[in-house]
């Protein structure tokens, strides 16, 4: 390897201000959002962490494939260019559009999950297995261990492991397990990433069975670009090509075009079986649109065809996932505490050992991003128990083992610049980290409570100890 620095693919052609706000204006803006970060106004935040999800800059030719968008109700040209996309990308034969990734995750629970069927998942995503519960299913999580270690250096931490597998098939009986859910990149371990080794066992061993398997493709190029770093035989491969031969294994997919795809809009239900795809596309007009767009306009399906052909670039994903690496780097050099490897999407940091002072029920991940917003307006995420929410059967919260903030960078979007201020700004924040304070629900939602619910400071009224506290050293 070269010790050059390298630099992105692209210029950048166009600008969008930001807005610069106080640290007054932003301890009042937390507060009126319930310290809930997606509660905040998209102008109070300088840069924007919270999600890759949507939130991409598209490049001119997708700008300029917009304008060729043909809105026709059935049949739309942008559609075929899609399919054509897909099926060489991805190599399932049936495409089927959806607004966006849950719409795909929906049809498939609903179309292949009987009431009580189990439904094995290397570590749960918050819309997909919701998604799988609302169909009766009950989600089984058959990750490796290492998964749930965020310090373990194991480089393919999003692998499922077959004898949990094994194990679920023994006890249930192959019949009541619905199909595998196999995630690529694995989002709530940090970005980790499955082997091609481990999908092709997985895979093998599921159809031995007569269990299909479904991947969870939402940023499978990402997972691409780190069997090509990592497993040796795929050095040599192009990214492109190492996506094919991961989807080759599987049944079809679901995907959120929001992510890899570099779109700020849609999804895609991908199956090889002619009589479930038939099912899929009764089942699209139902809840989405025409099987022919899926809930998205025309000139959405253009903006999505030409981005999956970008992002299938090994120099594009070199450079996204190098982005990520460099924030990873200099919060390392700190001590700061994050999850390793570093991720494909974002940094996690370990909220739990950055704030050992806030126990679990206070939330430190959640009260993390707090304090982050109000130091430097970088808005994070948090993946953590208030994520997890409740158990189903007892009603109480789930203290996951990974008690996370997701630093998730948009493609294309931010500078480097943009990552040493995110940086020196969490570097900060440890140096002082006593200061910061736990939180309390004043207002949890019933389902996927992190997106709306409410909190309160635990202790005083602010997410940081009073400044005359701070100058007693307390
Ligand atoms: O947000 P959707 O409905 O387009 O996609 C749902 C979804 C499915 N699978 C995975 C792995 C995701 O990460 C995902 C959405 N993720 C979001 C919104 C995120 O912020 O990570």
């Not at 109070?44 to 001119?60: C, E, K, P, W």
């Not at 120099?315 to 700190?334: F, K, N, P, W």
């Not at 200061?435 to 909190?455: H, M, N, S, W």
Request: with cysteine.
């Amino acid at each position: 390897m070269s010790d050059r620095s390298w630099a992105e693919p692209y210029k950048i052609k166009m600008v969008e201000p930001l807005r610069m706000t106080s640290r007054a204006e932003r301890e009042q803006a937390i507060a009126e959002a319930g310290y809930n970060t997606f509660l905040l106004k998209s102008e109070d935040v300088y840069i924007d962490l919270l999600t890759d999800s949507g939130t991409n800059a598209m490049s001119d030719r997708q700008w300029a494939g917009m304008m060729l968008g043909d809105e026709a109700y059935a049949g739309s040209r942008n559609f075929y260019h899609l399919e054509q996309v897909c099926r060489e990308y991805y190599g399932f034969k049936h495409v089927v559009p959806t607004h966006q990734g849950r719409g795909a995750e929906h049809m498939l629970s609903q179309l292949c999950i009987n009431p009580g069927d189990s439904v094995p998942g290397n570590m749960y995503f918050t819309t997909t297995k919701l998604h799988q519960e609302l169909a009766g299913g009950r989600f089984v999580d058959v990750i490796i261990d290492e998964a749930h270690d965020p310090d373990s250096e194991y480089p393919f931490k999003g692998n499922v492991d077959p004898n949990k597998l094994r194990a679920l098939i023994a006890e249930v009986g192959a019949e009541r397990v619905a199909y595998l859910s196999l995630e690529t990149n694995v989002n709530m371990a940090g970005g980790q990433p499955c082997s091609l080794a481990n999908i092709r066992e997985v895979c093998t061993l599921c159809h031995e069975h007569g269990i299909k398997v479904f991947l969870d493709a939402t940023r499978a190029i990402e997972n691409a670009w780190f069997i090509k770093q990592r497993e040796a035989e795929y050095g040599d491969r192009s990214v492109a090509d190492i996506l094919r031969e991961m989807c080759s294994h599987a049944d079809g997919a679901t995907i959120s075009a929001k992510k890899d795809g570099l779109v700020n809009i849609g999804g895609l239900l991908l199956l090889n079986e002619d009589e479930l795809a038939e099912r899929a596309r009764n089942m699209v007009v139902v809840y989405e649109g025409l099987h022919t767009y899926g809930g998205l306009a025309g000139r959405d399906m253009e903006a999505m065809a030409i981005g999956i052909t970008e992002s299938a670039q090994d120099d594009h994903i070199r450079a996204r996932v190098g982005q990520v690496e460099y924030l990873a780097e200099r919060l390392l050099a700190a001590d700061i505490p994050i999850v390793r490897p570093t991720g494909g999407h974002g940094v996690f940091i370990n909220a739990a050992k950055f704030l050992p002072h806030i126990p679990r029920e206070q939330f430190p991940a959640q009260a993390l991003t707090a304090a982050l917003y109000v130091d430097s307006g970088v808005r994070a995420m948090e993946r953590g128990a208030v994520s997890s929410g409740r158990d189903i059967e007892t009603g109480e919260n789930v203290y996951p083992s990974l008690e996370l903030i997701r630093l998730t960078i948009p493609r294309r979007v931010y500078t480097q610049a943009h990552m040493d201020v995110t940086a020196e700004s969490i570097i900060a924040l440890h140096e002082n980290r006593e200061q910061i304070v736990g939180l309390r629900f004043t207002y949890e939602p019933e389902q996927l409570r992190f997106f709306q619910a409410r909190f309160e400071p635990a202790e005083g009224t602010r997410i940081f100890r009073a400044k005359a506290k701070q100058a007693a050293g307390v």
